[in-house]
């Protein structure tokens, strides 16, 4: 029993970390001069990207509340 519990805890926290290195990092600070979205059909993906200084991958809330001519990273959903 004691065992099972380790392992499962063990288990537990790989997947904790496996989750939070998942994220994007934030891209530089900027006001938003592109916005593009770009469709793998090989993997049947679809991958985010805005561009203030340079270009950088951004998740998709992200991509939906910046606008052109916001400022990144807080950008608003309202224009």
């Known amino acids: 029993m004691r065992r099972a519990t380790v392992t499962l805890a063990a288990l537990a926290a790989a997947a904790?970390?496996?989750?939070t290195g998942c994220g994007y990092k934030e891209g530089?600070?900027?006001t938003v001069v592109a916005k593009d979205d770009r469709y793998s059909s090989a993997t049947k993906t679809r991958?985010?990207?805005l561009t203030t200084t340079?270009?950088?991958e951004v998740h998709i809330d992200d991509y939906r509340a910046c606008y052109r001519?916001?400022?990144y990273p807080k950008c608003t959903?309202?224009?």
């Open 47 to 49: 991958h985010y990207y």
């Open 16 to 19: 904790l970390l496996a989750v």
């Open 54 to 56: 340079r270009e950088f």
């Open 69 to 71: 001519g916001s400022s």
């Open 77 to 79: 959903e309202v224009r």
């Open 28 to 30: 530089p600070a900027g």
